[in-house]
């Protein structure tokens, strides 16, 4: 199947800094990334869905200047935690699909502690 | 908005045994896809089975298949021959095919299901 890396795997930094995550397709085209957030013990939180070239959609309740978002290409979305506080930390997963498919693949995650 | 219900927090079963975890979901559609991943403690995501709703033949891959009943709303993910490897987090998930590519998954709460030895 379909290989999709996230990158750091885990990242511990102090509060009021900025920390950048990494997705990669590795072997196909994402037209379409989705972002992710897990507590322990629950289930995924939908974040924000980014299509290549344009502003990414985010949900209700999620602060678009707190959580950037960029997908300059068709195998790279980034997301990044901008002036990080504890309660930032937790479990961050992307997810891409190729082009006209239903098919969904995931990154193994990064684990974000703040500080 | 469609939602995704899994009543079973947590399950237990033997190893070689079967269990069957449930999950049933709400919406207007009529054409969607289903889908039950399996995250363990690695906590990488992987797709266990997925289920187009215009097909009415429960899909099946390897030991795992599902039951999928279109009228009640239920699809539930039944493990035969159960193995420590299957110990992980279920979750059941939604997807609505209006925008190809566009559209998220609506994911349940999870079940955690351990295979005891």
């Known amino acids: 199947g379909a290989v999709v890396s996230q990158h750091p795997s885990w990242v511990i930094c102090k509060s009021g800094t900025s920390v950048k995550i990494e997705c990669r397709s590795l072997?196909?085209?994402?037209?379409?990334m989705f972002w992710y957030r897990q507590f322990p013990k629950q289930s995924l939180m939908l974040m924000a869905t980014?299509?290549?070239?344009?502003?990414?959609?985010?949900e209700q309740g999620v602060e678009k200047d707190k959580f950037l978002i960029n997908h300059a290409s068709l195998t790279l979305s980034t997301l990044t935690v901008t002036s990080a506080h504890p309660e930032d930390s937790s479990f961050y997963i992307c997810?891409?699909?190729?082009?006209?498919?239903?098919?969904?693949?995931f990154g193994p995650g990064t684990r974000l502690t703040v500080t | 908005a469609q939602t995704v219900t899994q009543s079973q927090p947590e399950m237990s079963v033997q190893e070689a045994e079967t269990v069957t975890l449930s999950c049933t979901y709400d919406t207007s559609e009529s054409n969607y896809y289903l889908f039950w991943y399996k995250q363990p403690p690695s906590r990488q995501m992987i797709l266990v089975i997925r289920?187009?709703?215009?097909?009415?033949q429960n899909a099946t891959e390897n030991r795992f298949s599902v039951n999928f009943q279109k009228a009640a709303k239920s699809f539930s993910l039944k493990i035969s021959d159960s193995q420590l490897g299957d110990t992980a987090m279920y979750f059941c998930?939604?997807?609505?095919?209006?925008?190809?590519?566009?559209?998220?998954?609506?994911f349940g709460k999870g079940t955690r299901l351990s295979v005891i030895a």
């Open positions: 289920q187009e709703a215009y097909k009415q």
């Open positions: 980014s299509n290549e070239g344009s502003k990414a959609t985010y």
């Open positions: 997810s891409a699909r190729a082009d006209s498919t239903y098919e969904q693949y």
């Open positions: 072997d196909f085209q994402a037209t379409t």
């Open positions: 998930a939604f997807m609505k095919p209006d925008l190809p590519g566009n559209t998220p998954l609506v």
